[in-house]
């Protein structure tokens, strides 16, 4: 029997208000839709998308950094949508998040030390003697000569800034943590040494992750599965390597032909069109206003998603269609 998922998550909802407060109410923007998702221990779950799909909602819903709603959302047994308040302090630590822009979230006055004990002292961890071991230990886990604690953001590269925002996530031992695009401003040959770094922490420390670009080679990388995420639905979700190489999703095709040097000219799916609006999306297939392949039945319902492989589901109401 496999064991049971660290993260589970239900049909997650949600929404933002737009506009003025109006005769009719407020108006509100759907961007997540019945969104089911689960991360088992030790396993890499990519997020892929485009810009606006909802990916970094999902990622702050889950770390319950915005307000969402869900049938279910469950962490290590805690069903986050009762959680008492000490309960939520003890699963900050245990839930981490590694931004995009490594310069941003560290702030420019803070040596390393600092920012590394600040992480420890907000849980009260690491006090005393062992402290400075701790330091030591987290600069080694993430490839820093620990001379590097006394140094301050401005002094390192990019690629540097990230594995001290990745310190500083692993200093609390977490179980989970979502990288948010945690690459993607770095350099090519920079990104690869990050997720290098990634995959060899999964393996030492049996960490989970929700990992969240929208460049599908990246995600692919890392991931053990791959959820493909469109206007806020998931199109597609499998393991990685069926993803990638036998898509089911004309959505994921078209996203894996927009690679460069991957298909052959006759084989490119090209998605036609502008993403619509969250506010106008198209009724039935979300996706059908950008598909080469519609049909009038595209239009009619939300197709649900169905298996099409071993732990591989797509929502696509056509199965004739040779991706
Ligand atoms: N605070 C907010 N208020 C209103 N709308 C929001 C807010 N945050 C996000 N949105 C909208 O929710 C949708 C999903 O946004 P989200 O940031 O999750 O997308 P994303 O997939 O992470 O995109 P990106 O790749 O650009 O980071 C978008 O339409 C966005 O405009
Ligand atoms: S359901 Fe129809 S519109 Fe949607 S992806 Fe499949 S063929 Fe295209
Ligand atoms: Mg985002």
Do not use: W
Request: proline share 7%; net charge positive; charged share 25%.
């Amino acid at each position: 029997m496999s064991a049971p998922p660290l993260l589970e998550v239900e049909s997650l909802n949600k929404s933002y208000p737009v506009g003025r407060r109006g005769l009719f109410g407020k108006h509100t923007m759907q961007v997540l839709h019945d969104v089911n998702l689960s991360v088992a221990p030790g396993e890499v779950l990519g997020l892929v998308g485009e810009s606006g799909s909802g990916k970094s909602t999902i990622g702050r819903a889950i770390l319950r950094l915005i307000r969402s709603q869900s049938q279910t959302m469950r962490f290590d047994g805690i069903d986050l949508n009762t959680i008492s308040r000490p309960q939520l302090r003890d699963l900050r630590r245990r839930m981490q998040i590694i931004f995009q822009d490594p310069y941003a979230s560290l702030d420019p006055r803070k040596t390393i030390r600092a920012v590394l004990s600040e992480a420890l002292d907000a849980h009260g961890l690491h006090k005393g003697a062992g402290r400075a071991a701790r330091l030591t230990e987290l600069m080694g886990l993430v490839g820093l000569d620990p001379s590097f604690l006394d140094r301050r953001p401005h002094e390192f590269s990019g690629g540097q800034r990230q594995r001290i925002g990745i310190a500083r996530a692993l200093a609390v031992e977490p179980r989970f943590i979502v990288c948010d695009e945690a690459v993607s401003a770095l350099d090519v040959s920079i990104q690869a040494q990050v997720l290098n770094l990634l995959a060899e922490l999964r393996r030492k420390t049996g960490i989970s992750l929700l990992f969240i670009s929208h460049d599908l080679s990246v995600v692919r990388f890392i991931s053990d599965r791959v959820m493909v995420l469109y206007l806020g639905r998931v199109m597609e979700v499998g393991p990685a390597d069926a993803v990638h190489f036998a898509p089911k999703h004309p959505y994921t095709a078209a996203l894996i032909s927009a690679e460069p040097g991957l298909h052959h000219e006759s084989r490119r799916i090209r998605l036609s069109g502008e993403t619509p609006s969250p506010l106008h999306p198209p009724s039935g297939c979300v996706s059908r206003s950008r598909c080469p392949y519609p049909q009038p039945a595209c239009a009619d319902t939300v197709p649900p998603l169905k298996t099409v492989g071993d732990r591989h589901q797509s929502a696509c109401i056509r199965d004739d269609i040779l991706l």
